[in-house]
């Protein structure tokens, strides 16, 4: 295995945690590791335009790995040593750096997938024409592909003809959830081009909609009548897909997971729908797992759209998640890939691994503190706040902040700052995850950016500055 030159740039403080981390991974990696330390004290502190004039490479470096969190774009550096290396922003803490070069360099093509999201709108007569249009714009750009306008069994909504129409318009594909014909004929001459459903009772409508429509059994928990159904709309030449019912856990959702494994043999090459919503909307359980799971289930058995709805509070990031996690789905069925590694954006309560520092790792850093600005870190169920001269840990908040009150000076802004970043802490030794001073903690596509308070030049909040 050919050796390769990396240079890895460091600050003053983590000069000696960088160089037991290469010394443990390098070698059985294939690198030959060489360290720069910057004149700073945390390397990650300081953008690149800073860098570029302070960074002298050695002969023969191809390859330079700058602290993740870096600030600034990777041009600069560039610049300044005419492209005759490759510059890298690795990982966020040097101790995932061992990880960081066990990855493959080249990411997962997630592009591809081949499952119809259909998001449905519960109780669409109870809104007005800006809250639907609102709302299905909302689902479109969370990756919906189609529009389900879900009406009210019973009554006859006499302005579904508008309401289609205003999604037609802004250019969104809209099917009409309904059992009352004359409502779904109006919501097919207003653009609606799918309808649920169709069974026994009214299969004849189908004939005057022209639209493709989605055929059910006549009996839940069961595919009674189903195949009649199918045999009418083959007969007289109307499109349709096949939903057989998923049925909600505790309400047979087992044999109901066999009814859609039958489905290709019964049914060869007609294309299915799955209403993943009657799963997760009727389970109190955080959905991106169960996706997951129903995704993989529906691509093997050729499944080729999905129904969901975001109305339960714990669904309300449904449509993104399945938009995620069916491209995830199709790599890896299509490639016999493990589902790991592809898309760390779906990881939404826990991290995909977690940094552990040990207490020589804390000993020396709070050692290599020269200043008095507080270092922050959550390690071994405890939070360590940290300066040249204060080292304080505990698991409760409220008794670490009165101890690091009683040895320092804080004034309220300092004190909301050093609050809120142990709060953060907490939160990740709560659910075993990560946590970096002064950066949002990670929750998949759901993590909101955090502008540091260094970023912020009215405040003034004491954590760890160059």
Not at 275 to 296: K, Q, S
Request: glycine share 8%; net charge negative; charged share 25%.
């Amino acid at each position: 295995m050919s050796r390769q030159r990396v240079l890895f740039v460091t600050g003053k403080l983590a000069e000696k945690s960088l160089r037991r981390v290469l010394e443990a991974f390098a070698p059985g990696c294939g690198i030959d590791p060489e360290v720069a330390v910057l004149p700073i004290s945390v390397a990650a502190l300081a953008n690149t335009g800073w860098m570029a004039p302070r960074l002298c490479i050695p002969e023969g470096i191809t390859r330079v790995v700058i602290p993740g969190l870096c600030p600034g774009d990777l041009k600069p550096l560039e610049a300044a040593h005419s492209g005759r290396v490759h510059f890298e922003k690795g990982p966020h803490d040097l101790l995932d750096l061992p990880a960081y070069f066990k990855q493959p360099q080249t990411p997962p093509d997630l592009s591809r997938h081949s499952i119809e999201i259909i998001a449905e709108i519960n109780h669409a007569p109870r809104l007005s024409r800006e809250e639907l249009v609102s709302q299905a714009t909302e689902l479109a750009r969370a990756g919906a592909d189609r529009i389900d306008i879900g009406c009210e069994p019973g009554h006859l909504w006499a302005g579904v003809s508008d309401a289609v129409k205003s999604l037609v318009d802004t250019g969104l594909a809209v099917s009409i959830d309904s059992f009352e014909p004359e409502e779904v004929e109006r919501a097919t001459r207003a653009g609606a081009t799918l309808v649920l459903s169709v069974q026994g009772h009214n299969r004849e409508r189908a004939l005057d909609w022209g639209v493709e429509v989605v055929a059910i059994p006549d009996r839940p928990g069961s595919l009674e009548g189903l195949g009649q159904t199918v045999e009418f709309l083959d007969r007289k030449g109307v499109p349709h897909r096949i939903d057989p019912i998923l049925e909600p856990v505790g309400h047979g959702f087992g044999a109901s997971l066999a009814r859609y494994a039958a489905m290709a043999e019964m049914f060869p090459g007609k294309p299915v729908m799955m209403g993943v919503g009657n799963v997760t909307e009727l389970a109190e359980v955080d959905t991106a797992g169960v996706h997951l799971v129903l995704l993989a289930l529906a691509k093997e058995w050729g499944v080729g759209s999905v129904l969901t709805t975001q109305v339960a509070n714990w669904c309300q990031s449904a449509v993104m998640e399945i938009d995620h996690l069916r491209r995830v789905v199709e790599l890896a069925i299509t490639e016999r890939r493990l589902p790991k590694y592809l898309d760390p954006s779906v990881l939404l309560l826990r991290d995909r691994r977690v940094v552990r520092r040990s207490e020589r790792d804390l000993a020396e850093l709070q050692a290599a503190i020269t200043d008095s600005n507080f270092r922050i870190v959550a390690e071994s169920g405890e939070v360590h706040v940290m300066n040249n001269r204060t080292w304080v840990r505990g698991r409760e908040p409220f008794a670490l902040m009165r101890e690091l009150a009683s040895r320092e000076s804080l004034d309220a802004s300092h004190a909301l700052y050093l609050g809120y970043e142990i709060a953060k802490a907490v939160t990740a030794l709560t659910l075993n995850k990560n946590y970096t001073q002064d950066r949002a903690l990670d929750w998949g596509f759901l993590t909101r950016p955090e502008a540091s308070h260094r970023d912020r030049p009215d405040e003034r909040g004491g954590g760890a500055v160059p």
